[in-house]
């Protein structure tokens, strides 16, 4: 089972980027990879997924300012955030999800924090 680990939030101006990054401690070649938020008081919600086979799906508030992208050489999936509004303003978590002899599993990174704000 892959670890997954965070990086790259912070605190940003309005209509400012950032770039998230996962980090696996293995091999996510055949892992669908995600990316998830979850603002206070809130659900948790999907922002990006991206397939083993390099297919992505955006949540709605995501299109056209967010990309979702891997690496499997580095084992690393990227979220690049653009046009960032406060309401971008959560915890960012990594989400691996694999099927092995069958049976699905999934794993959660501890999340980075993405604060928008003037």
């Known amino acids: 089972q892959v670890q997954l680990v965070e990086s790259g939030g912070g605190l940003v101006q309005p209509g400012g980027s950032l770039r998230l990054s996962c980090a696996a401690s293995?091999?996510?070649?055949?892992?669908?990879m995600g990316w998830y938020r979850q603002a206070p008081g809130k659900e948790r919600e999907l922002v990006a997924t991206?397939?083993?086979?390099?297919?992505?799906n955006y949540a709605d508030s995501a299109k056209g300012r967010f990309t979702i992208s891997r690496d499997n050489a580095k084992s690393t999936v990227y979220l690049q955030m653009n046009s960032l509004k406060p309401e971008d303003t959560a915890v960012y978590c990594c989400n691996a999800a694999w099927i092995l002899r069958g049976a699905r599993y999934n794993t959660w990174g501890q999340g980075t924090q993405v604060t928008v704000s003037s």
């Open positions: 991206i397939t083993s086979a390099g297919n992505t």
């Open positions: 293995g091999s996510i070649f055949s892992h669908n």
